[in-house]
């Protein structure tokens, strides 16, 4: 922890350190040197960003095998602080679980917070490292389960950075 001097009250200051004059040369003196810092520039189109594993892309629903995981609990919905997300729940005969019969995510009021991939019981919801998302109209930024849909395989670091870190 670092510790600072004594606090410094105005009537204690000298009449350079009143003039604020050391202060204002401290600022030019870091803005001097960070003008001639090396810089890195990135020519975006030709050469693409590749995020780490904790960078937090668009959401997408995670497939097993061909299965979605998600069970339509709706956790992810109720914890949506845009109200981005909505679930509507099916059951399938054969086995009588639980499926999401709609399940759509407006991308125009996803804020990228990751409050549906923290509280996902089956990590069935996590964020990708997709950071290209490029709309016309309001209707192709309703992303539906079609849309949303991706493997393990292509998901396979995000999903062993989120079982490191939790």
């Known amino acids: 922890m670092k510790?600072?001097?004594?606090?410094?009250r105005k009537k204690d200051l000298t009449l350079l350190q009143k003039s604020y004059?050391?202060?204002?040369?401290?600022?030019?003196?870091?803005?001097?040197?960070?003008?001639?810092?090396p810089t890195f520039t990135s020519q975006f189109p030709e050469e693409r960003f590749k995020p780490e594993p904790s960078f937090r892309g668009r959401p997408v629903l995670v497939t097993e095998q061909g299965v979605e995981r998600c069970v339509a609990c709706g956790l992810c919905a109720r914890?949506?602080?845009?109200?981005?997300?909505?679930?509507?729940?099916?059951?399938?005969?054969?086995?009588?679980?639980?499926?999401?019969?709609?399940?759509?995510?407006?991308?125009?009021?996803?804020?990228?917070?990751?409050?549906?991939?923290e509280v996902c019981p089956e990590e069935?919801?996590?964020?990708?490292?997709?950071?290209?998302?490029?709309?016309?109209?309001q209707e192709e930024a309703l992303f539906g389960k079609e849309r949303l849909l991706k493997s393990t395989e292509e998901l396979k670091e995000r999903l062993e950075f989120l079982r490191n870190h939790r």
């Open 3 to 8: 510790t600072y001097g004594p606090i410094i």
């Open 79 to 117: 914890v949506c602080p845009s109200l981005a997300i909505e679930v509507q729940a099916g059951e399938t005969e054969l086995m009588k679980e639980r499926y999401p019969v709609k399940f759509e995510i407006n991308m125009l009021r996803c804020i990228f917070c990751g409050f549906c991939e």
């Open 21 to 37: 004059i050391p202060e204002i040369l401290k600022g030019l003196r870091m803005t001097i040197g960070q003008m001639f810092k």
């Open 124 to 137: 069935a919801i996590i964020m990708s490292n997709d950071y290209l998302l490029v709309f016309s109209s």
